[in-house]
């Protein structure tokens, strides 16, 4: 049967493709939000890595998830097993099968253009080659430039909404999260927490990403300064990371509690209860001031132009010039006592006594 030509105006089926990360994926849910609000009744399909994947499983905006097993395939075909190709054929056909007219690639990389490309979208939006890495534009057929300008990730992924027509209505970042989720989220906080405030304490990232990391030691000063001030502090953080957050937790005299959330929905449910988290360029950052958490974010060597929590309420702590991944102190300035000190402000509802956010010139 002839497939029929696709209206770009009005699409009936919509490919989001966001693979991760985590804090990525968190920032495109304001476009795809918009997106819906444009074709209501299109249906909308997202691709996206496992492990992402369970922050919007089961996201009203979305119709369809795709999941890539990127890991497994990328093992299967380190070992010359047969199941990785398998992988990718049966990721390939479900796309195809799920026939999309338009697709937007929110990631701008070659692994993202590939995956709209084997969508089989006829119209696929992308960014131009001033943004985009890995010549990822040269897989899409309709481009759009930034510019030079230094432009939130949320912003970005608004522009390319609004250049196909996705432009009006309010800006949303929300994780839909169940009145079930909310109250298992309360009662887990409230059950380490008692009557304390609670402050979520986020760490850590991937090794990979190690130079994100405010150090131990300070970490280790943050800690007991909140402690002292009558806080309960409750540590986030992923699979195998628990020696080290244990590790973190001796060194400050055992006053951090493991949150214990298992999924990022489980996780998005007890932040949202939280008062605050304090936490460096994370995913956590990103899904606590998406759940309406207020935060507390340290930055070093990433822009926060470009990756501050979105919204109103938030602290963010940044050297004065940006500083680079092997400085020998990538967070120059950022004491434990200003940490603290403004985290207790936060909570106090007060502004920090010395100017907090800063941008990179």
């Not at 030691?217 to 992923?238: D, F, H, I, N």
Request: hydrophobic share 45%; net charge positive; with cysteine.
């Amino acid at each position: 049967m002839t497939r029929p030509i696709p209206d770009p105006q009005h699409p009936r089926r919509i490919l989001i493709v966001r693979l991760g990360a985590v804090g990525d994926i968190v920032r495109t849910l304001p476009a795809v939000h918009r997106i819906r609000l444009a074709w209501p009744d299109a249906r909308i399909a997202w691709a996206v890595e496992r492990g992402p994947h369970g922050l919007i499983e089961g996201h009203p905006l979305i119709d369809e998830l795709f999941v890539l097993e990127r890991r497994e395939i990328v093992d299967a075909l380190c070992r010359g097993r047969p199941a990785g190709l398998a992988r990718i054929n049966t990721f390939r056909r479900d796309l195809r099968d799920f026939a999309p007219d338009v697709s937007f690639d929110f990631q701008a990389s070659l692994k993202s253009g590939v995956v709209a490309v084997l969508s089989g979208a006829s119209v696929r939006w992308g960014f131009a080659g001033d943004t985009a890495r890995e010549f990822s534009h040269l897989l899409a057929n309709r481009r759009v430039p930034l510019g030079a300008e230094r432009l939130h990730r949320v912003e970005r992924a608004l522009r390319l909404a609004a250049a196909a027509g996705a432009g009006r209505g309010p800006v949303v970042a929300d994780l839909a999260l169940r009145p079930d989720e909310l109250a298992a989220g309360r009662d887990r906080v409230r059950r380490l927490a008692g009557a304390r405030p609670a402050v979520a304490i986020a760490p850590l990232t991937s090794h990979r990403q190690a130079w994100k990391r405010y150090p131990a030691e300070r970490w280790t000063a943050v800690c007991r300064g909140l402690a002292e001030a009558g806080l309960a502090l409750l540590a986030v953080g992923g699979p195998g990371e628990e020696r080290e957050l244990s590790a973190l937790g001796d060194a400050a005299g055992g006053v951090l509690q493991p949150l214990g959330a298992a999924g990022l929905r489980e996780l998005a449910g007890a932040l949202a209860a939280c008062d605050l988290l304090v936490s460096g360029d994370t995913g956590p950052m990103h899904i606590a001031w998406a759940a309406g958490t207020p935060v507390v974010a340290i930055y070093g060597p990433t822009d926060p132009v470009l990756n501050a929590p979105w919204g109103e309420g938030h602290v963010v702590l940044a050297p004065e010039r940006r500083t680079g991944r092997k400085a020998a102190d990538r967070f120059p300035g950022i004491t434990p006592e200003r940490i603290v000190d403004a985290v207790l402000a936060r909570l106090r509802g007060t502004p920090p006594a010395a100017p907090n956010e800063r941008s990179f010139p």
